[in-house]
Every structure is written in C-alpha cells, then in structure tokens.
C-alpha cells in the first residue's frame, strides 16, 4: 500500500470523466488499498480515483464509525434521490476550503463491491452527502472554486444555484452529524 498524491484544485484531470472499470483486477485493487490509505492519512470522509489521477468509476467513503469497515464503491450510479436539503461541504483536492451545496437528503446507489458483487444501498445523511459528492467527481462534475464567493461551488445542477449565492457570513456547521465535515479539513 502506498499513499498517493492528491490532485488539486487547477488540475486539468479533476475535469475530466472517469470510465467504468472492466475487471476487477490486482491493479484495480492495489489502487483501492491505495486509496483508503490516502484517504486516512488525509482525514478525508471520501476519495475518488480521479482525485488520485486515475479516470476510473471508483471511490471510497469512511465515516469513521466505530465497526464499520471504509467502503467501496465501483461502476456506482444512483438509481434514486429523495428530498434536498443545503449542507456544507469541503473536498480533498481543495484543502481548507468550504462550500454550500445542496444535496439529496436520502439516495440509493448502484454499484459493484471489491469483489464484484452487485450492490444497492439505501442512505441517509452524510453517507448519502459522501456518496453524492463522489459520484460528482466520477461524472467530472468536480467541486471547483466559486469566482464569487472564493469557496468552492458546484457546477451540478442543483449546487448551480447555491455556488453563486454569496453569503458573507460563514456559518459554523449546527449540525452535530456534519462534525466529521465531508473530506475532513476542519
Ligand atoms: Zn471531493
């Protein structure tokens, strides 16, 4: 295992959309392995491997739950989002910096595990923010910094809105849940 250097901000590949994985081979599992280290030593909530230069449909996500191993999320899709709600998010390719952005409230995402089982799971709350934020990254639509406001926006579709509203006072996150803010950084 190995950390891998994080991708930031200006560059080119954060823009770029990741391909589906194929097979599930040893490369592929080295660059998990990889990955989750990356994201540990970070103290990062999620990671996609575009973030790590790699254009595959891959990313990993930990809450740092007690019990709960870091998941793995390949070829994922959402199949479903239920309600929205506004939530501040901050991201390992723009260290130190935060955004608002609104989100769906529950998901349901497709995808394959490591050993390339089928998998749908139904979330709420900062798991379903994670899984949407890195779905983001997969389909390029990668946090990039708002020219406004000097934190990160969004160009997905409903963060659209949210990246352009300019608002001065940075509000303490009230949420107990957002403490582990997304990707860490606090
Ligand atoms: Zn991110």
Do not use: W
């Not at 949407?132 to 659209?160: A, F, M, T, V």
Request: glycine share 6%.
């Amino acid at each position: 295992m190995a950390i891998r250097i994080v991708r930031e901000e200006d560059d080119e590949i954060l823009r770029k959309k990741s391909r589906e994985v194929e097979v599930i081979d040893d490369k592929i599992k080295e660059l998990i392995a990889d990955m989750i280290e990356t994201m540990h030593k970070k103290e990062g909530v999620g990671l996609a491997a575009v973030q790590v230069g790699v254009l595959k449909k891959v990313f990993v996500v930990d809450l740092y739950e007690e019990g709960i191993e870091p998941l793995v999320f390949i070829n994922p899709y959402l199949i479903k989002e239920k309600g929205e709600h506004q939530v501040e998010e901050g991201c390992l390719s723009f260290p130190n910096k935060f955004g608002k952005i609104m989100r769906p409230k529950e998901i349901t995402v497709k995808y394959l595990d490591i050993d390339g089982n089928e998998n749908e799971l139904k979330c709420k709350g900062l798991l379903a923010q994670a899984i949407s934020h890195e779905i983001d990254h997969l389909e390029r639509k990668s946090l990039h910094r708002s020219s406004n406001s000097g934190n990160i926006g969004s160009d997905y579709r409903r963060g659209q809105k949210e990246s352009r509203r300019k608002d001065k006072k940075e509000k303490i996150m009230e949420d107990m849940r957002y403490e582990h803010t997304l990707h860490g950084n606090p």
